[in-house]
C-alpha cells in the first residue's frame, strides 16, 4: 500500500517514459483529505493529504522512476442551466444554495449534480436544462489552482 502525504509537482516531460497509472474519483472524493482507494491497475492508496486539500483532474499522487499515477475526475450526471436571463440566473443560484447544493457558475451556465428535486424545481419555475455526463467541479470560493474544471 502507497501512503500519499502530498501531491507531487513535475513536469509533462518527466512523465513521457513513465507508465500511467490513475485514480478515478467523483467530486466528492476529490474533496477528502483521509480516504483508501484502488487504481485502476490495482494498487492501494491510503490518502493522507493536509486536511483542506482539494484534488483536481490530472494532479499527480505518485511518481517514481517507472510510473506515476495521476487523479482522473469521474464523469457524472449532472444538470446544465442556460440561464434565459439574470433572473432565471439568479433564481437558479438562489435555490441551489438555499437547498445547500454543490453548484458550478461558468459565463454562460450553471450545473449542479443530477436530483431529481432540482428537475422537479426547474419544471416548476419553467426553466429550461439538459442533463450531461461529464466530470463535476462545484464552485469554490477559495484558492485553487486558477482554471476552470467545470
Known sequence: MLVIKEKVVCSKEELRALQR????????????????????????????????????DG??????????????????LQIVVVPANMEEAATVAYELGNRHLPLCI?????????????????????????IVEEPFEPFNSGAHHGHSHC
Open 21 to 56: 497509472d490513475s485514480v478515478v474519483l467523483d467530486w466528492h472524493d476529490r474533496r477528502k483529505s483521509r480516504q483508501k482507494v484502488k487504481t485502476r491497475m490495482g494498487r492501494v492508496l491510503c490518502i493522507a493529504l493536509p486536511r483542506g486539500t482539494v484534488l483536481y
Open 59 to 76: 494532479d499527480l499522487l505518485y511518481k517514481d522512476e517507472k510510473m506515476y499515477i495521476a487523479v482522473e475526475a469521474k464523469s457524472e
Open 106 to 130: 461558468l459565463k454562460d451556465r450553471i450545473k449542479t449534480p443530477l436530483n431529481k428535486h432540482v428537475e422537479e424545481l426547474l419544471k416548476r419555475y419553467s426553466i429550461g436544462y439538459e
